[in-house]
């Protein structure tokens, strides 16, 4: 069995290509990928900055070629072509991909490195294959260890602290454009995960006032109850807009609704006054043509990777400890998914040796004229003499097979056993 | 005595630019905090030079073009302190240092003995040169700030090395720094070119005799009359005032030394 993970992220691909893969729905792409006969298991993750699938196969170069194509036509509204998929997208095969699931979970792939909300979106994107029967018992382990991973990282370094969310890096930039927050009025549309961790963000600057603009006036709303803040209809943009120094935008929809007519309009209402847009949409919310107001300073998500990468140069150390667990993990799994070479082996000689036990007893037992209690002693007593004899090889077999070197064990024991045999031919002579 | 405090000024304000400018490379509050320290030393030796002037003479020798170059350095660098209360400047200091150390490293160099004392007019050569000098000297500060707004400016528009220097001041404090310095230089440099037309009628019985630093300081007068009401009454955004702000003060600089200089 092979692992394998494909996958476009933040540092693979620029913005305009990730926004082509938008996933609302993991569960379709799911089912297609477990129909195939070459894959056995597969779970799929689809953040803002990153679209990853790993699959369980026994067929790595089949596995890896249904993989593409499922990039190229199957995940998100628009085809990608093959230089896209091929010129962005990465490749990782078992201990490397092992790895990078571990290194996902633990929030040291992300743009903003220690960030909290990437292990949750891990559990979500784990819990659809489950719900889905895509998942299996490899890739159940996987990410049971992955999680397990992310919590000895942040228990055990600090890479958690600092600014270790897309709102913290925002409001550092917005430190560059503006003296102080205090009395400055935001403007957040959208009214999803993203926004709701911005308002918490933000709460804490002392801004004047907080606006919350959505398609859906309940969830502002309810967003605008909780962190003191009002609640508008998209309608309301032009008059909104007006009046924001931060807009920070995360909503869905195929095309900007911060288009250059709209923000020249609001410009005018508000002359020399700097305008700090942070679009965290994907698809983007801000039509990148709003660059060329001299007073609109537009952030996406790409130019706040390169924030964040300057903010986890400061945390190295503690990088260097969290890369050093997810390597300690990772030989850990190897190890466990290495020993299942050694299960059909296993399986085999246990299945083979209770053969043997079943087929004696059966001769003896006539014999024996014992009553029903007598019986069970002694299928029991067969049994305990059994397992305990086979304990300590199989013990041992497992423990080698965790080895590249162990493979000669499980190769001398079918021989020993007969287990490659014939079974026929390997029926011990009858010694009555 | 004096030769060797602007000596030691001009040393001293040296130091305070060479370490902000470190500060900024190694991206460091506390070096720049000490760079401030350097600057505000140096501002305090520079007091004492001037003590020492008046103290020498019974009417302090401002007149003359090094001296009163190194006035502005002065009261540039006073200035600055005072705006570093207010706003978070601290990189700026790599930028204020290094031009108070000309202007007092250019006094230094000039031989005492070009010194006038009796000009005529009484008080008015003083007057004029205090307030011309103070008033350039703000709008100095407010061309150094509108020429550190637009290096921030491309680089927060270009995107590139987001992850900026610690101790570099926001937009919006260097846009302030730039309408308030114009907004208390451009009032200053007025006077000084009234006591400066004063004086010249004192001794000659008309305001106007047409030399070439008169035009060519009318001119600069005109064209910050011109920036300041695009500033304040016409709302030019904060990108062309600080071009326009840099412009000026580079002319303001020729057209009040440059000229002397070239004459």
């Not at chain 1, 945390?315 to 290495?338: H, N």
């Not at chain 1, 026929?424 to 009858?430: A, H």
């Not at chain 2, 061309?143 to 937009?171: C, D, I, N, Y």
């Not at chain 2, 006077?191 to 070439?212: D, F, K, M, S």
Request: proline share 4%; aromatic share 6%; glycine share 8%.
């Amino acid at each position: 069995m092979k692992l394998l993970l494909m996958g476009m992220n933040h540092r693979s691909a620029p913005l305009e290509v990730r926004e082509q893969l938008t996933i609302e729905d993991p569960v379709p792409a799911l089912r297609k990928l477990t129909a195939c006969d070459e894959i056995d298991e597969a779970v799929l993750l689809s953040t803002c900055n990153r679209v990853e699938v790993v699959v369980l196969t026994r067929d790595a170069e089949s596995a890896r070629l249904r993989l593409r194509s499922l990039f190229r036509r199957d995940l998100g509204d628009a085809a990608l072509g093959d230089r896209e998929v091929d010129g962005y997208c990465y490749v990782y095969r078992d201990g490397e991909a092992m790895r990078h699931v571990l290194r996902v979970a633990s929030a040291l792939d992300s743009m903003v490195v220690g960030e909290p909300q990437i292990l949750g979106q891990t559990k979500q994107a784990y819990r659809s294959a489950v719900e889905s029967g895509a998942s299996g018992p490899i890739l159940d382990r996987l990410f049971q260890h992955a999680f397990a991973t992310a919590k000895r990282v942040r228990t055990d370094t600090r890479i958690a602290e600092g600014p270790t969310s897309v709102a913290r890096v925002a409001v550092g930039l917005a430190r560059q454009i503006f003296e102080d927050l205090r009395g400055k009025h935001a403007l957040m549309i959208g009214a999803g995960e993203m926004i709701e961790l911005a308002l918490e963000a933000l709460r804490k600057e002392g801004l004047e006032s907080i606006r919350v603009a959505n398609r859906t006036a309940e969830r502002a709303a309810e967003l605008a109850v909780r962190f003191d803040a009002s609640a508008h209809g998209l309608g309301e943009l032009p008059n909104l807009l007006a009046d924001a120094d931060v807009v920070l935008t995360s909503i869905g929809g195929s095309r900007p609704i911060l288009t250059p007519e709209l923000m020249r309009s609001a410009l005018r209402e508000r002359p020399g006054r700097p305008v700090f847009v942070i679009d965290i949409g994907v698809p983007r919310n801000a039509d990148p043509q709003i660059d060329s107001l001299a007073e609109v300073f537009r952030y996406d998500l790409d130019d706040l990777a390169s924030v964040a990468s300057s903010n986890a140069d400061g945390r190295r150390q503690e990088l260097v400890r969290a890369e050093a667990i997810v390597g300690e993990e990772q030989q850990r799994f190897e190890g466990w998914f290495a020993a299942l070479r050694a299960v059909p082996t296993i399986k085999h000689l246990r299945a083979q040796v209770e053969a043997i036990r079943l087929r004696e007893l059966e001769r003896a037992l006539p014999r024996l004229a014992l009553d029903d209690g007598a019986r069970e002693g002694v299928e029991a007593l067969t049994r305990a003499i059994v397992n305990k004899i086979l304990h300590a090889p199989l013990s041992r077999l497992r423990r080698e097979a965790e080895r590249e070197e162990g493979m000669a064990y499980l190769e001398i024991a079918r021989l020993l056993f007969g287990l490659d045999d014939d079974p026929e031919r390997t029926e011990e002579p009858d010694d009555r | 005595m004096t030769a060797l405090l602007l000596q030691l000024t001009a040393l001293l304000y040296l130091a305070a630019g060479l370490l902000a400018g470190a500060a900024l490379v190694v991206s460091h509050d506390r070096l720049s905090r000490v760079a401030v320290w350097g600057l505000g030393l140096g501002a305090l030796l520079h007091a004492l030079t001037f003590s020492a002037l008046h103290s020498g003479a019974a009417t302090p020798p401002l007149t003359s073009g090094p001296l009163a170059v190194s006035f502005m350095s002065w009261v540039g660098t006073l200035t600055f302190l005072a705006l570093l209360w207010r706003f978070r400047l601290l990189g700026l200091v790599a930028l204020v240092a290094p031009l108070s150390f000309l202007g007092v490293f250019y006094a230094a160099l000039s031989p005492p003995g070009a010194v006038q004392t009796d000009l005529g007019g009484g008080s008015l050569p003083h007057a004029h040169v205090l307030l011309a000098s103070a008033g350039l000297a703000l709008l100095g500060i407010a061309g150094v700030a509108g020429a550190a707004f637009l290096a921030e400016h491309g680089r927060l528009k270009r995107k590139r090395h987001l992850a900026r220097p610690a101790p570099w001041p926001s937009l919006e404090a260097l846009d302030r720094v730039n309408a308030l310095s114009l907004a208390v230089g451009f009032p200053l440099l007025t006077l000084g070119v009234v006591t400066g037309a004063l004086w010249v009628r004192a001794i000659h019985g008309t305001p106007w005799t047409g030399t070439a630093h008169e035009i060519w300081c009318l001119v600069a007068w005109a064209i910050y009359a011109v920036l300041v009401a695009l500033r304040f009454g016409v709302g030019q955004g904060a990108r062309r005032s600080a071009l326009s702000a840099l412009g000026g003060f580079v002319f303001a600089s020729f057209a009040v030394i440059g000229v002397e200089l070239l004459q």
